[in-house]
């Protein structure tokens, strides 16, 4: 057996495997099959719901690890600086049976069968922030990725080789990259990071060649509409504002939906006149993905001085609100609050607060935003906030249960006193809860605790059309929940913390579900498939 095994390896080593060629055109994006996953979300919507039920609320408890895999990319050594750069953060593609994935400067494509590395490749070390990066973007044969120094970077997905490289934005401006590029027709959408008192920006590149589109300024030029939000241009032409995620996109609307960060500097004093909002920060913007031009624009944090971004995914899904059938866009909100859209126009519906701590707003406006209490913003004896500046929420992925019609999130209760001199924790470490809202009224119709946890809690969420809620708590555990319960049906230790959301496809008529923690992933499926297996009718596509 030994010697089969050694002659096996030396096989795969001498003939690497070949991939069949991967052609993720419009119509897969839009309609992703049940054996796919070709976007960070899975698909354009931001559900994060499978149709999928082949692994159900009556047999998860006999849930079992299908494999597991470990991946360790050596002494790189701005990587290894911190643990957050050795995580993987990112939610995988899925394509012809393979994932990709990132771990700063480094894409591996893998096995979706059995976790086998088929190829990887390594970015050379740089001096950005290695905080994270969420994943690929996939078009046509080839894959899409943001390097931590901030450039666009083109590989095959065949065998991992360089197409092509640029840069869009400057390491040395303290520029980092982390996001996963969306791809929206012939448009790459990318946009970088960056933590000083500099003006923001979302561009689009040609996914052949790479070259510049268009680009969308979130802090207006001078005289543009949005400008007289700002007490002066040039705080405006530094103000922040960066997309930490990449959104979600309707079809039939032609419409891509962006949360923006926070504006900078966080000490600016209020604008004198009532209209002192410093937009398009801390909104949630609706853009034409062709001509990168603003449609309509919701801001959900007024002059935002707490880091309150809105860079929380916009959750997309057709309902009916008081009586009426609506196109919605929802977002649970880093700043406490939820709030509920018509995405047509960015009429406002429905603004409630989902964690009642909640206390930087004295109420709401008639627009339905929060009006920020000043008396709440930094001073010298220190002022009690919550949530405090990592959020009641953050990039963690959200999910939506279209049956049930409930959104759910993780979340934190926390406080901060916020002074002159900084701000620091009051409640650590946090507690932390999943939340299950209902979108018609904005209210938690359950919670489930998650426990304390030293580090910042990061495991994002799916559903499932077979009732079942997939995310991890603060002591190491992946479990199934009941979506309409929260009660805890199935959980294993895995160990280490949950770092990514969770997805789940098919293949050989085989469901699993596949969920990383620190740098290994682990694929869970039942231990054999059930007679006749195979997806269900409604489950055709995800």
């Known amino acids: 057996m030994k010697r089969l095994l050694l002659f096996s390896s030396l096989i795969f080593a001498l003939f690497p495997p070949t991939l069949p060629a991967q052609n993720v055109d419009s119509a897969t994006l839009l309609h992703p099959p049940a054996d796919s996953w070709p976007t960070y979300n899975g698909e354009y919507s931001g559900q994060r719901f499978s149709k999928l039920d082949q692994i159900n609320s009556s047999n998860v408890?006999?849930?079992?690890?299908?494999?597991?895999?470990?991946f360790d990319f050596g002494a790189q050594s701005f990587a290894q600086q911190a643990n957050e750069g050795r995580r993987i953060k990112a939610s995988p593609l899925l394509v012809d049976g393979v994932l990709y994935f990132t771990i700063t400067d480094n894409v591996w494509a893998i096995d979706a069968r059995s976790g086998r590395e088929i190829w990887h490749y390594a970015w050379p070390n740089n001096n950005a922030i290695h905080v994270a990066n969420r994943g690929l973007g996939?078009?046509?044969?080839?894959?899409?990725?943001?390097?931590?120094?901030d450039y666009l970077v083109s590989l095959n997905a065949k065998d991992g080789t360089e197409r092509w490289r640029v840069q869009i934005a400057d390491?040395?401006?303290?520029?980092?990259?982390?996001?996963?590029?969306?791809?929206?027709?012939?448009?790459?959408?990318?946009?970088?990071?960056?933590?000083?008192?500099?003006?923001?920006?979302?561009?689009?590149?040609?996914?052949?060649t790479g070259a510049l589109q268009w680009r969308w300024w979130v802090d207006p030029d001078p005289g543009a509409p949005g400008s007289q939000t700002w007490s002066d241009n040039a705080t405006m032409?530094?103000?922040?504002?960066?997309?930490?995620?990449?959104?979600?996109?309707?079809?039939?609307l032609n419409l891509y939906y962006l949360g923006t960060g926070n504006g900078v500097p966080m000490d600016r004093p209020p604008h004198p006149t009532p209209d002192g909002d410093s937009l398009y920060t801390a909104s949630i913007v609706a853009l034409n993905p062709d001509t990168g031009k603003l449609v309509w624009a919701y801001q959900v944090t007024p002059h935002d001085t707490h880091d309150y971004d809105a860079a929380q995914m916009p959750i997309l899904f057709d309902a009916e609100f008081n009586g009426k059938p609506r196109k919605l866009v929802a977002q649970i909100s880093r700043n406490g609050y939820f709030f509920l859209l018509d995405r047509v126009t960015g009429e406002h519906l429905l603004t409630t607060k989902f964690m009642p701590q909640t206390n930087w707003a004295k109420g709401i406006d008639a627009q339905g935003r929060p009006i920020p209490d000043y008396t709440k913003d930094a001073n010298p004896p220190g002022a009690l906030v919550s949530p405090y500046p990592i959020g009641a929420t953050n990039w963690?992925?959200?999910?939506y249960d279209p049956k049930l019609g409930l959104l759910y999130a993780n979340a934190a209760r926390t406080w901060a006193y916020f002074t002159t001199a900084g701000y620091g924790r009051f409640r650590f470490p946090p507690?932390?809860?999943?939340?299950?809202?209902?979108?018609?009224?904005?209210?938690?119709?359950?919670?489930?605790?998650?426990?304390?946890?030293?580090?910042?809690?990061?495991?994002?969420?799916?559903?499932?059309?077979?009732n079942l809620l997939f995310t991890g708590d603060s002591t190491g555990n992946f479990m199934a929940l009941d979506p309409s319960t929260g009660k805890t049906l199935w959980h294993v230790g895995l160990g280490q913390y949950v770092t990514n959301a969770p997805i789940t496809y098919m293949l050989d008529g085989r469901q699993y579900v596949l969920v990383a923690a620190n740098d290994t992933f682990f694929a869970f499926a039942l231990p054999e498939p059930p007679a006749g297996a195979g997806q269900s009718a409604s489950a055709k596509h995800r």
């Open 61 to 70: 408890n006999s849930l079992a690890l299908a494999w597991a895999s470990h």
């Open 171 to 208: 390491v040395k401006q303290d520029f980092f990259s982390a996001s996963a590029p969306l791809i929206i027709g012939n448009h790459v959408l990318v946009g970088p990071g960056n933590n000083d008192d500099i003006r923001a920006f979302l561009e689009s590149r040609d996914p052949a």
């Open 431 to 466: 507690q932390y809860v999943t939340v299950a809202i209902d979108y018609k009224t904005g209210k938690v119709v359950w919670s489930h605790e998650l426990g304390d946890q030293s580090a910042v809690l990061i495991a994002g969420l799916i559903t499932t059309a077979g």
């Open 237 to 252: 032409m530094k103000g922040g504002g960066f997309p930490w995620l990449n959104g979600t996109y309707d079809s039939e």
């Open 396 to 399: 963690w992925a959200p999910s």
């Open 138 to 149: 996939i078009y046509g044969s080839w894959l899409y990725f943001m390097t931590p120094d």
